[in-house]
C-alpha cells in the first residue's frame, strides 16, 4: 500500500508569512496533484505535476515534484486569509491509477 | 470545464433506512467514477471505483452490500448507503476522470450525511 506523509498536519500563521507543506513518499509516482478544500466542499484542483523535477507556478503558490517522483512540496508566499483551508496531495502510482492522499495540511492564516 | 456535482447537499435520515446520492458529471463524460467518505479534520478515504457499465471495485474494508454502487451511464453514479446506522455520518464526496488514463480526478461538491 502507497503512503503518502504530508507534513505539517496544521498550520496557522499571520498574514504575509510565507510557508511550505511536504509531501513524502517511498513509491514513485506517475503524477502527484495538490487540492485545496474548503469546509462543507469538495476538494479543488490546484495542480498536477507529472515530471521529476518540474516546478509550476500559480501566483503566490508553487509547487515543486522531486527529481525522483517521490515528494512534492507547496510553497506559498505572503499568505492571505484567503488562503485558509485544508490542502491535500494526491498521487497515482501508474497512470490511471487510484490516488493516494496525504493526510492533509489544516493552513489557517491570521489577518 | 470540468463541473461535478452531487445531490443532495446533504441529508438527515433515520437509523434503518437507505439514502441514494447522485453524482453527475455536467460537461464530460466520466469513465470512471470514485466515491469517497470524509471525516471531520481529515483526509479522504477511498470506498470505490467504478467504471461505466461494470461492476464496482471497492476498496478493503468497505462492504460492498451496504454501500451500492451504480454507474449506468458515462455522466451519473449513484451511491446507496443501505439500512444506515449513526456511525455512518460522514461526508461523501465523489470525483470523475474524463478517460480511464487520466489521472485528473474532478471532485463534486460533497453530500454530508447524518443519520440519527
Known amino acids: 500500500t502507497q503512503l503518502l506523509e504530508q507534513s505539517p498536519q496544521f498550520l496557522s500563521i499571520q498574514e504575509g508569512e510565507n510557508l511550505t507543506v511536504y509531501c513524502n513518499s517511498s513509491?514513485?509516482?506517475?503524477?502527484l496533484q495538490w487540492y485545496r478544500q474548503e469546509p462543507g466542499e469538495g476538494p479543488v484542483l490546484l495542480v498536477t505535476v507529472v515530471t521529476g523535477g518540474e516546478v509550476k507556478k500559480l501566483k503566490r503558490l508553487t509547487f515543486q515534484f522531486g527529481d525522483a517522483r517521490k515528494d512534492s512540496s507547496l510553497h506559498i508566499t505572503a499568505a492571505q486569509p484567503g488562503d485558509t483551508g485544508l490542502y491535500l496531495c494526491a498521487g497515482a502510482e501508474t497512470s490511471g491509477s487510484r490516488l493516494t492522499f496525504g493526510e492533509g495540511t489544516q493552513l489557517t492564516v491570521n489577518p | 470545464g470540468a463541473v461535478v456535482s452531487q445531490h443532495p447537499s446533504w441529508v438527515i435520515c433515520k437509523s434503518g433506512t437507505s439514502v441514494k446520492i447522485e453524482c453527475r458529471s455536467l460537461d464530460f463524460q466520466a469513465t470512471t467514477m470514485f466515491w469517497y467518505r470524509q471525516f471531520p479534520k481529515q483526509s479522504l478515504m477511498l470506498m470505490a471505483t467504478?467504471?461505466?457499465?461494470?461492476?464496482?471495485?471497492?476498496e478493503q474494508g468497505v462492504e460492498k452490500d451496504k454501500f451500492l454502487i451504480n454507474h449506468a451511464s458515462l455522466t451519473l453514479s449513484t451511491l446507496t448507503v443501505t439500512s444506515a446506522h449513526p456511525e455512518d455520518s460522514s461526508f461523501y464526496i465523489c470525483?470523475?476522470?474524463?478517460?480511464?488514463?487520466?489521472?485528473?480526478?474532478?471532485f463534486g461538491p460533497g453530500t454530508r450525511l447524518t443519520v440519527l
Open positions: 470525483s470523475a476522470s474524463r478517460t480511464s488514463g487520466s489521472d485528473t480526478q474532478y
Open positions: 467504478s467504471n461505466e457499465g461494470s461492476k464496482a471495485t471497492y
Open positions: 513509491s514513485v509516482f506517475s503524477s
